[in-house]
């Protein structure tokens, strides 16, 4: 297997250009294209400029940028791309796009070549679907912005070659991330198992409780910034997106509800940092409320019952749910860690005491999963 093969980038948009970054700081040759011609213009002093900041702090040698800078070559041809062992595309999130991008990329490259999609959101076997070669294809899912963020999760769907997985991940791994393996599951691991990090929030506002309050307690338990800073962080309309496309890809089961506190705040335009105001943001912090340890006991243990459920579907272990949710998210622990923390009875009767009280149409969010059992 060749050690620094080059890298096929499509999409040079926010993530395609800095995964490109990754690979070309890695000594990988990266040949990189987008259909947008002033995306492909841009491409090379975008990137000159991401760096030469990096420069002017002194975090990068000037031979280190020029290098990085010679080795990517941006074309406006797909044909190009054909040396490549491992494309990674960053288009548009649109199933038909990629669906076609890879048909026709497909024919372009070596039999063998890896054929991975950046997608948040789509089935990996969907978007493989209709190649001659849907075994070479899996899903190589960065978080912005990639060349600081560790985690990758590795996502291959049933048909995958697990020789392409291993190729996809060594590379991964020498460009310097820490690679977890994940099932082709909505949300892989990191979107999906922080779901109830936010949810049980909102569920706490729907009952009385105030944002800050809830940010004050789960400060207070070691998390860099409660749920709803979280929320302002990333959007309140991002965060209503990614919430209402989980519902929907997972059989609008209770557990992913998209709960009105934010549908509201999402109608109110105060959609967080972006806006200049959200739940909690400008506002500084709030003092932990009395009963800070109950409200973090409540959302870890959901966030350890959304772990089990993830796990109980295979393709990944407790080490890597926790790995990459203190990577993606900069929890302080995983949810296995947390488990670990409260022992499995606490967690039960909490899932149980949140269930009796909760109204008929949420109580299937506090089932326990397969796995879960009171400490014996
Ligand atoms: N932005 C994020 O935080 C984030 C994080 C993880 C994954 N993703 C996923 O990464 C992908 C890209 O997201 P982004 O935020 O970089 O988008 P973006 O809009 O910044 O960039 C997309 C780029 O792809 C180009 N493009 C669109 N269709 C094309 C096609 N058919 N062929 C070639 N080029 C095409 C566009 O011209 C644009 O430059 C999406 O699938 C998204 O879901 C995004």
Not at 17 to 27: D, H, R, S
Not at 37 to 45: E, F, H, M
Not at 53 to 66: I, M, N
Not at 257 to 276: D, E, I
Request: aromatic share 6%; hydrophobic share 45%.
């Amino acid at each position: 297997m060749t050690d620094r093969p080059a890298i096929g980038i499509v999409g040079l948009g926010t993530m395609g250009l800095g995964i490109a970054q990754v690979y070309a700081q890695a000594g990988f040759p990266v040949i990189a294209t987008d259909a947008h011609a002033p995306a492909r213009d841009s491409a090379k002093t975008r990137l000159a400029d991401t760096l030469t900041a990096r420069v002017a702090a002194g975090k990068l040698a000037e031979t280190e940028r020029d290098a990085t800078l010679a080795r990517l070559n941006v074309t406006p041809d797909l044909t190009s791309l054909a040396p490549c062992q491992l494309i990674i595309e960053a288009i548009v999130e649109r199933l038909e796009a990629k669906q076609t991008l890879f048909s026709t990329l497909e024919p372009l490259v070596a039999p063998d070549a890896i054929l991975a999609t950046n997608t948040s959101s789509l089935p990996i076997h969907a978007i493989a679907q209709g190649l001659r070669h849907p075994d070479r294809v899996l899903a190589l899912h960065f978080f912005n912005p990639p060349p600081a963020m560790k985690l990758v999760e590795l996502a291959p769907h049933v048909g995958t070659d697990a020789n392409a997985v291993s190729r996809a991940q060594q590379w991964t791994e020498s460009a310097g991330k820490t690679v977890i393996l994940c099932p082709d599951r909505p949300g892989f691991i990191v979107n999906r198992c922080a779901r109830p990090y936010y949810g049980e929030a909102l569920a706490m506002v729907a009952e009385g409780h105030k944002p800050a309050e809830i940010d004050a307690a789960m400060t207070a338990a070691g998390y860099r910034l409660g749920p709803f800073a979280l929320i302002d962080l990333i959007g309140a309309d991002i965060n209503l997106a990614a919430t209402e496309g989980m519902h929907a890809a997972m059989d609008r089961h209770p557990r992913y509800l998209p709960f009105p506190a934010l549908k509201a705040q999402v109608a109110s335009g105060n959609l967080g940092r972006k806006t200049g105001r959200g739940f909690v943001f400008p506002d500084g912090p709030a003092a932990p409320p009395e009963d800070a340890g109950a409200i973090a006991l409540r959302i870890e243990a959901t966030l350890v019952n959304e772990a089990h459920w993830l796990l109980a579907e295979g393709g990944t272990t407790p080490d890597g749910i926790d790995t990459a949710m203190r990577l993606g998210l900069n929890f302080p622990r995983g949810p296995f860690e947390a488990l670990a923390r409260h022992g499995q009875t606490t967690v039960m009767a909490e899932l149980a005491r949140l269930r009796a009280a909760a109204p008929d149409a949420l109580k299937p969010r506090y089932d326990p999963a397969p796995g879960l059992r009171p400490d014996t």
